[in-house]
């Protein structure tokens, strides 16, 4: 009974930063800002958020952000301990009230509600609440909120009414542009998408395996598609702006599309010759169009080619035939002519030859018994005549006589005849027969009874036997004419040009011995 009394045990210090640690109290507030220099509003309230943390005792104002607000907003105050009054004191939790204004750097805050977490810890510390308060607006924004006043008359025409109805819904037409007019134009094939939701065209190219072009998939892109314009806006410019409906008399609707008719879209022609079996039965049930029958656009045969008259400049061309025993193939050179304008050489390689009429499955090829005089051997189009063979083609025929027709033996036995006819003894004799050589003599004649004769006549006959190297009596137009200016021939005479004319013979050769006569005693 008397001994030491024990003390109680002493209680456990815990720091505030420990016990009201992340607790924080949240209040609604406003605030009222006056605008100046303003028609529409005289003043605006902006609502906040006041924070108050009671491990320090420190707070902070928190405007939400509003969007198109105009206004910097989010934090207006960030967190410290604020002044009460100018003695230095600061506000602290037992300081703030629903229903009360406090002041804040000069700005009038007014608490209106609290959150339920501060309501619970200030009832629990004995705090006395004021009932919450509305939230005040801002008339500015509350009148933004209306909606606009329309002083038109407003249309039937439900757009909503059209995306819900028709959604999904499109009609798929078949078109061709011919282009074959322009150079290097060709008739190419698209798909036309006509979308009922939005009236919007879409324009797809169908291609073709190996067609040669890029594989883009839109020729257009999905839009509306303007069907006339308005006079001033001719010279809009389309290619950086978007035209509206200011610039646009009427667009293109579905009634515009129809099968078997051309359609001009962006500068170009399109003609619908077919369409899928939904947008036939909407045309149907729509517009009482029950016909549209699929249009034949495929390419049809041209017409055959009549051929043509055999060119003026190929009569007078020479080739040579040869044909190899061992394989049947045939091979073609043109000797080169001098200023015929044509390049000689190999006309045609070794190859083998079908005849004309013989068809593709089993060809028959040109064979021996088909080359004679007179033959007419035709090659890829091209008709040749043969004319003379050598002593080769003669004996060969000769020891093969079994393979070739009667008319083809007898064209050789006439062209060995005229080779073994024995040659006319002087020109006198063929001027009997030949009304030609009638004429040549009479112009030679003519020149020599005139005058024309020429001292030197054995002189020019040996300088053109100079330049005859192969002697066969002509030389040609160039070093003709050499010859006769070295001479002093009068090579412009009228008659001189008759004889010259007469003595040519082809484009690049002229007979120097029937010349030189004319100028002889």
């Known amino acids: 009974m008397y001994s030491q009394p024990k003390k109680a045990p002493r209680a456990e210090f815990i720091p505030a930063y420990v016990a009201f640690d992340k607790k924080v109290l949240k209040f609604d507030a406003y605030f009222q800002e006056y605008v100046p220099l303003s028609t529409e509003e005289q003043y605006r309230i902006r609502q906040v958020n006041i924070y108050y943390y009671l491990e320090d005792d420190s707070m902070s104002v928190i405007e939400p952000v509003v969007e198109n607000s105009g206004i910097p907003q989010g934090k207006l105050i960030k967190r410290q301990r604020l002044a009460k009054n100018d003695q230095g004191d600061h506000y602290h939790w037992k300081d703030l009230n629903r229903g009360i204004n406090i002041t804040i750097y000069g700005r009038t805050f007014r608490i209106v509600d609290c959150d339920k977490f501060t309501q619970v810890f200030l009832e629990s510390q004995g705090i006395e609440l004021n009932p919450p308060e509305k939230m005040a607006l801002d008339p500015y924004t509350e009148l933004r909120k209306q909606p606009l006043r329309k002083y038109v008359t407003p249309t039937d025409f439900d757009q909503l009414k059209q995306f819900l109805t028709f959604d999904k819904q499109v009609l798929r037409f078949y078109a061709i542009w011919d282009d074959t007019d322009s150079m290097f134009g060709e008739c190419r094939t698209y798909i036309i998408h006509y979308y009922l939701m939005d009236d919007t065209v879409e324009i797809r190219e169908v291609h073709e395996r190996n067609d040669g072009r890029d594989p883009f998939p839109l020729l257009m892109s999905r839009r509306r598609v303007p069907k006339v314009l308005v006079e001033s806006a001719k010279n809009f410019p389309r290619c950086v702006l978007e035209i509206s409906d200011k610039e646009v008399l009427e667009w293109y609707t579905a009634k515009d599309f129809i099968v078997g008719k051309p359609l001009t879209i962006l500068g170009r022609t399109f003609f619908i010759y077919d369409c899928d079996p939904f947008t036939r039965q909407y045309y149907k049930e729509n517009f009482g169009i029950s016909d549209l029958p699929r249009i034949d656009v495929s390419k049809k045969e041209p017409p055959p080619v009549k051929q043509e008259s055999p060119i003026p400049e190929d009569k007078d061309r020479r080739f040579v035939f040869s044909y190899f025993l061992a394989t049947d193939m045939i091979s073609i050179f043109e000797p080169p002519v001098r200023n015929s304008g044509i390049i000689g050489g190999k006309y045609l390689g070794r190859t083998k030859v079908v005849k004309p009429g013989s068809s593709v499955e089993n060809p028959i090829y040109y064979g021996p018994s088909d080359f004679f005089i007179?033959?007419?051997?035709?090659?890829?189009?091209h008709r040749f005549v043969i004319l003379d063979t050598d002593d080769c083609v003669l004996k060969y025929m000769e020891s093969?006589?079994?393979?070739?027709?009667?008319?083809?033996?007898?064209?050789?036995?006439?062209?060995?005849?005229?080779?073994?006819?024995?040659?006319?003894?002087?020109?006198?004799?063929q001027t009997v027969e030949d009304p030609g050589v009638q004429e040549l003599e009479a112009l030679i004649d003519?020149?020599?009874?005139?005058?024309?004769?020429?001292?030197?006549?054995?002189d020019i006959l040996k300088m053109f036997q100079i330049y005859d190297k192969e002697a066969s009596g002509h030389v040609d137009r160039e070093t003709f004419f050499k010859i006769c200016d070295s001479f002093h021939l009068p090579v412009d005479d009228s008659l001189v040009k008759e004889l010259i004319r007469m003595c040519s013979r082809g484009e690049d050769k002229i007979d120097y011995c029937t010349f030189v006569r004319a100028f002889s005693n």
């Open 374 to 381: 007179g033959a007419v051997i035709e090659v890829f189009g």
């Open 400 to 429: 093969n006589a079994a393979q070739y027709s009667p008319e083809a033996l007898l064209s050789i036995q006439n062209h060995v005849r005229k080779q073994e006819a024995p040659a006319p003894e002087s020109d006198n004799q």
């Open 446 to 458: 003519t020149i020599q009874r005139q005058g024309k004769d020429h001292p030197c006549k054995d």
